[in-house]
C-alpha cells in the first residue's frame, strides 16, 4: 500500500531535549516536505527536500533541522525544543515534475512542556 | 508569493442540506489548485484538484469545485451533505515556479446537524 508513515504518533517530551520525528514514504517520490498545523493557521511548510542531499527552508525553519540521506526517509529533527513548537506535525510527499497530489502521513501531536 | 483566504472560519449544515466552502487565492499566473479535508484525528486527504483545462472539477465523495479566474476562486460544493462529511476543509495553492510547496488557508470547519 502506497503510504507516507511517521512516527511517533504522539510525543510529550520537555523543553530542551532534542528530538526526532521521523518520516518514510514508499512511493519513490523525489520531494518531500513537512508541515505544522496550528489553529486558525492552516498548514505552514517547515522544510523540504528535492532530493537526496538536497533540502531547502520553508516559511517556518526556525527551530528545525532535517536530512535527505535516502529517498524515502525524512526526518524532522528539533534540537532543543520549546513550548512554542508544540504543534501537529505532517509529512508529506510526491513526484518530482509538478505539484500533483501531495500525499500526507498521519501527523503527530507533539507537546513540549 | 502566493496565499490563500478561507473567509469562513466555521459553517454548520443541516444534514442533507448544499454546502458551499470558499476559497480565494492569490497569484500572479495561473495555480495549481486542490481541497484538502481533514477528518478529526486524521491526515488530509485529498478531495479534488485543478490544474488546467475544464473549470468544473469533480472529486470525491461526491464534492466539486469550480475555478473562476476572474473572482481569483475555488470554491468547494456539495449538493447533499452528510453526517460524516463534519470536518475540516482546507484550500491550498501551488505555484508554477516553485513546483512543489503548497501554501494552505487557514481552514473551515465544517459542523453537520442532524
Known amino acids: 500500500e502506497a503510504q507516507v508513515t511517521q512516527n511517533p504518533r504522539y510525543l510529550i517530551t520537555v523543553t530542551g531535549k532534542k528530538l526526532t520525528v521521523t518520516c518514510s514514504q514508499n512511493?519513490?517520490?523525489?520531494?518531500m516536505s513537512w508541515y505544522r498545523q496550528d489553529p486558525g493557521l492552516g498548514l505552514r511548510q517547515i522544510y523540504y527536500s528535492m532530493n537526496v542531499e538536497v533540502t531547502d527552508k520553508g516559511d517556518v525553519p526556525e527551530g528545525y533541522k532535517v536530512s535527505r540521506k535516502e529517498k524515502r526517509n525524512f526526518p524532522l529533527i528539533l534540537e532543543s525544543p520549546s513550548p512554542n513548537q508544540t504543534s501537529l506535525y505532517f509529512c508529506?510527499?510526491?513526484?518530482?515534475?509538478?505539484?500533483?497530489?501531495?500525499?500526507f502521513g498521519p501527523g503527530t501531536r507533539l507537546t513540549v512542556l | 508569493a502566493q496565499s490563500v483566504t478561507q473567509p469562513d472560519i466555521h459553517i454548520t449544515v443541516s444534514e442533507g442540506a448544499s454546502l458551499e466552502l470558499r476559497c480565494n487565492y492569490s497569484y500572479g499566473a495561473t495555480p495549481y489548485l486542490f481541497w484538502y479535508v481533514q477528518s478529526p484525528g486524521q491526515g488530509l486527504q485529498l478531495l479534488l484538484k485543478y490544474f488546467s483545462g475544464d473549470t468544473l472539477v469533480q472529486g470525491i465523495k461526491g464534492f466539486e469545485a469550480e475555478f473562476k479566474r476572474s473572482q481569483s476562486s475555488f470554491n468547494l460544493r456539495k449538493p447533499s451533505v452528510h453526517w460524516s462529511d463534519a470536518a475540516e476543509y482546507f484550500c491550498?495553492?501551488?505555484?508554477?515556479?516553485?513546483?512543489?510547496?503548497?501554501?494552505f488557508g487557514a481552514g473551515t470547519t465544517v459542523t453537520v446537524r442532524a
Open positions: 512511493m519513490n517520490h523525489e520531494y
Open positions: 491550498a495553492v501551488g505555484a508554477y515556479y516553485n513546483d512543489y510547496k503548497l501554501s
Open positions: 508529506a510527499s510526491t513526484l518530482a515534475g509538478g505539484p500533483g497530489e501531495q500525499f
